[in-house]
C-alpha cells in the first residue's frame, strides 16, 4: 500500500532527540516505563478478571481502559525504543500507516471509555437507586461499541486522507512515531483537507468526551454538595478523584498537541506533550486507579493470599 505517485516505500523515525549523550539513559527510561504499562495494566485486568466483587459497569470500563492503554503503548513504544540504539529507525510507508491507524484507533477510543467512565460515576452517585437498572450490562456493552465504533471512525478519517497524499524525496519524520502533524509536513500535495479533518475530527472526539465528563462532573458535585454528612462526601470525592487526575493528563496534553494552530507549535514540543498522551498516561493510569482504590487493593490481596495457599498446599504435598 503505497500512495500513487508517492516516490517513498519508507520513513525513517528521527526519535525523541539527537543528541548521543541521552540516547542510552532515555532507552533505559522509556523500557522502565514501558515494562510498568505493560505489568500495571495487564495485572489489572487480570484482577479484574479473576475478581467477582469487581464485575460492576465501573470496573467493566476500567477492564477496557486497561486493554486500550496497554495496546496503544504497545503500538508505540517498541518502535520509539529502537530509534535510541539504532542509527537509522526504519518503518515501511505500510507499517507507518497501521501504526498511525492502530495509535488514532486506541487514543480516541480511550477518550470516549474516560467519558463512559464519568457517566458511570454520575448515574451511581446521583442515582443510586437506578444504578442497576441503568447501567445494566446490556448498557454497558452498547457504551463499549459506541466507544470502539467512535475509536474505528476517528482512525479511519485521519488514515484514509493521510493515504491521499503524495510523498517525495524526504522521508525523515521528524518524531518518534508516525503521527498526523509530522507526517503532514513531508507532503509535496496540498494539505488543506488533512488539517481541516483534524480541526474537525480531533475537535469532536475531545469536544464530546470533554463536555460529557464536564456535565457529569458538574451534577456530581451538586450533589455532592447536597449530602450533609461529612463522610458521605469524602467518600463520593474519592470515588471521583482518580478518573479526574486521568482525564486531566489525557485530554490536557492531547488538547495541547492537536488543537492548538500548527504554527504556534514547534515539533520539539509536539513530541514533548505526545509523550504525556502515548507514554506517561499509559502507565500511571493503573497506578492512579489501583493506589487509590479500595477495592483494587482488596482484590490484590485475595489474590496475593489465593497464591501464597495454592503455593503452600503444593508444597505440602510434594507438588
Same mark, same amino acid.
Given at each position: 500500500?503505497?500512495?500513487?505517485?508517492?516516490?517513498?516505500?519508507?520513513?525513517?523515525?528521527?526519535?525523541?532527540? *539527537?543528541?548521543?549523550?541521552?540516547?542510552?539513559?532515555?532507552?533505559?527510561?522509556?523500557?522502565?516505563?514501558?515494562?510498568?504499562?505493560?505489568?500495571? *495494566?495487564?495485572?489489572?485486568?487480570?484482577?479484574? %478478571?479473576?475478581?467477582?466483587?469487581?464485575?460492576?459497569?465501573?470496573? &467493566?470500563?476500567?477492564?477496557?481502559?486497561?486493554?486500550?492503554?496497554?495496546?496503544?503503548?504497545?503500538?508505540?513504544?517498541?518502535?520509539?525504543?529502537?530509534?535510541?540504539?539504532?542509527?537509522?529507525?526504519?518503518?515501511?510507508?505500510?507499517?507507518?500507516?497501521?501504526?498511525?491507524?492502530?495509535?488514532?484507533?486506541?487514543?480516541?477510543?480511550?477518550? &470516549?471509555? !474516560?467519558?463512559?467512565?464519568?457517566?458511570? @460515576?454520575?448515574?451511581?452517585?446521583?442515582?443510586?437507586?437506578?444504578?442497576?437498572?441503568?447501567?445494566?450490562?446490556?448498557?454497558?456493552? !452498547?457504551?463499549?461499541?459506541?466507544?470502539?465504533?467512535?475509536?474505528? +471512525? %476517528?482512525?479511519? +478519517?485521519?488514515?484514509?486522507?493521510? $493515504?491521499?497524499?503524495?510523498?517525495?524525496?524526504?522521508?525523515?519524520?521528524?518524531?518518534?512515531?508516525?503521527?498526523?502533524?509530522?507526517?503532514?509536513?513531508?507532503?509535496?500535495?496540498?494539505?488543506?483537507? *488533512? $488539517?481541516?479533518?483534524?480541526?474537525?475530527?480531533?475537535?469532536?472526539?475531545?469536544?464530546?468526551?470533554?463536555?460529557?465528563?464536564?456535565?457529569?462532573?458538574?451534577?456530581?458535585?451538586?450533589?455532592?454538595?447536597?449530602? @450533609?454528612?461529612?463522610?458521605? @462526601?469524602?467518600?463520593?470525592?474519592?470515588?471521583?478523584?482518580?478518573?479526574?487526575?486521568?482525564?486531566?493528563?489525557?485530554?490536557?496534553?492531547?488538547?495541547?498537541?492537536?488543537?492548538?494552530?500548527?504554527?504556534?507549535?514547534?515539533?520539539?514540543?509536539?513530541?514533548?506533550?505526545?509523550?504525556?498522551?502515548?507514554?506517561?498516561?499509559?502507565?500511571?493510569?493503573?497506578?492512579?486507579?489501583?493506589?487509590? *482504590?479500595?477495592?483494587?487493593?482488596?482484590?490484590?490481596?485475595?489474590?496475593?493470599?489465593?497464591?501464597?495457599?495454592?503455593?503452600? @498446599?503444593?508444597?505440602?504435598? %510434594?507438588?
Amino acid at each position: 500500500m503505497v500512495a500513487e505517485n508517492s516516490s517513498v516505500t519508507e520513513f525513517i523515525l528521527a526519535g525523541l532527540t *539527537n543528541q548521543q549523550g541521552l540516547q542510552m539513559p532515555l532507552f533505559f527510561l522509556f523500557l522502565g516505563f514501558y515494562v510498568v504499562s505493560v505489568v500495571g *495494566n495487564l495485572g489489572l485486568i487480570t484482577l479484574i %478478571g479473576l475478581n467477582s466483587h469487581l464485575h460492576t459497569p465501573m470496573y &467493566f470500563f476500567l477492564f477496557n481502559l486497561s486493554f486500550v492503554d496497554f495496546c496503544y503503548s504497545t503500538v508505540i513504544t517498541p518502535k520509539m525504543l529502537m530509534s535510541f540504539v539504532s542509527k537509522k529507525n526504519i518503518i515501511a510507508y505500510t507499517g507507518c500507516m497501521t501504526q498511525l491507524f492502530f495509535f488514532l484507533f486506541f487514543v480516541v477510543s480511550e477518550s &470516549f471509555i !474516560l467519558s463512559a467512565m464519568a457517566y458511570d @460515576r454520575y448515574v451511581a452517585i446521583c442515582s443510586p437507586l437506578m444504578y442497576r437498572v441503568t447501567m445494566s450490562p446490556q448498557v454497558c456493552l !452498547l457504551l463499549l461499541l459506541g466507544v470502539y465504533v467512535m475509536g474505528f +471512525a %476517528g482512525a479511519m +478519517a485521519h488514515t484514509m486522507c493521510m $493515504v491521499r497524499l503524495t510523498f517525495c524525496a524526504n522521508n525523515l519524520v521528524d518524531h518518534y512515531m508516525c503521527d498526523i502533524l509530522p507526517l503532514l509536513e513531508l507532503s509535496c500535495t496540498s494539505t488543506h483537507v *488533512n $488539517v481541516l479533518v483534524v480541526f474537525i475530527v480531533v475537535g469532536m472526539h475531545i469536544g464530546v468526551p470533554t463536555v460529557t465528563i464536564f456535565v457529569s462532573y458538574a451534577l456530581i458535585l451538586s450533589s455532592i454538595l447536597h449530602i @450533609r454528612s461529612t463522610e458521605g @462526601r469524602v467518600k463520593a470525592f474519592s470515588t471521583c478523584s482518580s478518573h479526574i487526575i486521568a482525564v486531566s493528563l489525557f485530554f490536557g496534553s492531547g488538547a495541547f498537541m492537536y488543537l492548538k494552530p500548527l504554527s504556534l507549535l514547534s515539533m520539539n514540543q509536539g513530541k514533548v506533550f505526545s509523550l504525556f498522551y502515548t507514554i506517561v498516561v499509559p502507565m500511571l493510569n493503573p497506578l492512579i486507579y489501583s493506589l487509590r *482504590n479500595k477495592d483494587v487493593k482488596v482484590a490484590l490481596k485475595k489474590t496475593m493470599s489465593k497464591r501464597k495457599f495454592t503455593l503452600l @498446599r503444593k508444597g505440602q504435598w %510434594g507438588l
